[in-house]
């Protein structure tokens, strides 16, 4: 429709995709004698705009700027050289949003008056936005940061001892469940949290996987040493509360096997882990008042120990893990931000505790591979 409001020339139903494709094409496509007034050659150079109706949050107007720029690239071989994004011409609060593509020709103003320097110069009307350059756009292609490589300290050797491969078949099922679950997670933490709670550990499940496959790595049969290395890599990749109960967890963990470290060669028995996985527990109250019953995490993690270790058996322990979860979408949560993201009645009894899944799945990887 026009910005005042005029008829259109359609309805149309489409995606965003579809929606910019056909837009492009009314500007830019020579063989439409209705709109074809200005022709295009390949060394031509463009600034792009976008502007806002009025009623278009920011964050789905970067998208849209985003999917133009994408495919003015990759359909007309056009890279804009400057990108202006904003609010710059309304329709009250219309939904919607127009693209226009400013071609630089000579403006005849003579030296320093080029269309690039008269966009470029210094404005405070409150509307305008900064001319966003190449460079910078450009460079939001560019990989992530680069985690900063952090040694984790070293441990003395230690007579706790596990086959490296055994760690490696067993330890990896579970990540790898981790990994193949992190659609599940994420649909379940976008209804009842922030939505990156299967992104994390996904991050964290695949670090760790690369650790256990990097035969530069050194691992061996010392387990403390390996959970150590581990511990490491959480605190390097993982982000977020769950990030940091992880790890606290893991080097109690690593302190409650040295523990029981008694000289002589003690091979990692059910005893040992389970022994283990209480010290870590104890440790861990002292750094979250999570209890089972607030629907967290902790909710999987402690049936989950205090099964293993009453029982001795993982299959068991798993299964304790996975109820627990399961119960979980009946209760009222305490912490975490289910306790203030979206209503009740769009979770209660169908979703369960992002986090405590999570860690369900990873319990009946490990189950899985035993």
Same mark, same amino acid.
């Given at each position: ?188 933490? /976008?209804? +009842?949290?922030?939505? !990156?709670?299967?992104?994390?550990? %996904?991050?964290? =499940? &695949? *670090? ?98 205090? /099964?293993? +270790?009453?029982?001795? !058996?993982?299959?068991?322990?798993? %299964?304790?893990? =996975? &109820? *627990? ?46």
């Amino acid at each position: 429709m026009g910005i005042h409001n005029e008829p259109g020339s359609h309805r149309v139903k489409a995606t965003l995709v579809e929606l910019v494709k056909t837009m492009l094409l009314q500007l830019l496509d020579h063989n439409d004698p209705d709109r074809a007034f200005i022709t295009r050659k390949p060394e031509d150079k463009f600034v792009l705009l976008i502007n806002n109706l009025g009623g278009v949050s920011t964050l789905e107007l970067s998208g849209i700027t985003d999917e133009v720029y994408r495919q003015l690239g990759a359909d007309y071989k056009i890279k804009p050289e400057r990108i202006i994004q904003g609010t710059f011409l309304t329709s009250l609060n219309g939904l919607g949003f127009s693209v226009s593509l400013l071609k630089l020709v000579d403006t005849g103003l003579g030296p320093g008056k080029s269309f690039l320097e008269l966009i470029d110069a210094p404005a405070e009307a409150v509307g305008w936005a900064a001319p966003i350059t190449p460079a910078t756009w450009e460079h939001r292609n560019s990989p992530p940061v680069e985690l900063k490589q952090v040694k984790t300290g070293e441990q003395p050797p230690s007579n706790v001892k596990l086959d490296i491969s055994t760690i490696r078949t067993v330890l990896g099922a579970a990540l790898e469940r981790i990994i193949s679950a992190e659609p599940k997670i994420t649909h379940y933490d /976008t209804i +009842v949290g922030d939505g !990156d709670c299967g992104v994390g550990l %996904k991050r964290g =499940a &695949e *670090a760790v996987l690369s650790l256990l496959n990097d035969s530069s790595a050194n691992l061996n049969d010392d387990v403390i040493n390996t959970v150590n290395r581990i511990v490491g890599v959480v605190e390097n990749t993982m982000d977020g509360t769950s990030g940091a109960i992880y790890a606290i967890f893991l080097n109690a963990l690593v302190h409650g096997l040295r523990e029981q470290d008694k000289g002589s060669e003690t091979p990692a028995n059910v005893d040992i882990w389970g022994t283990a996985l209480k010290y870590s527990l104890a440790a861990l109250g002292k750094y979250t008042p999570a209890k089972p019953g607030d629907r967290t995490m902790i909710d999987a993690l402690v049936p989950f120990c205090e /099964t293993l +270790v009453e029982k001795r !058996d993982v299959h068991t322990a798993a %299964k304790a893990a =996975a &109820e *627990a979860t399961e119960a979980t979408k009946h209760m009222k949560a305490s912490l975490g931000r289910t306790v203030y993201v979206g209503g009740e009645d769009e979770w209660v009894g169908k979703i369960p505790d992002p986090g405590a899944y999570g860690l369900s799945v990873f319990f009946e990887g490990l189950a899985s591979a035993l």
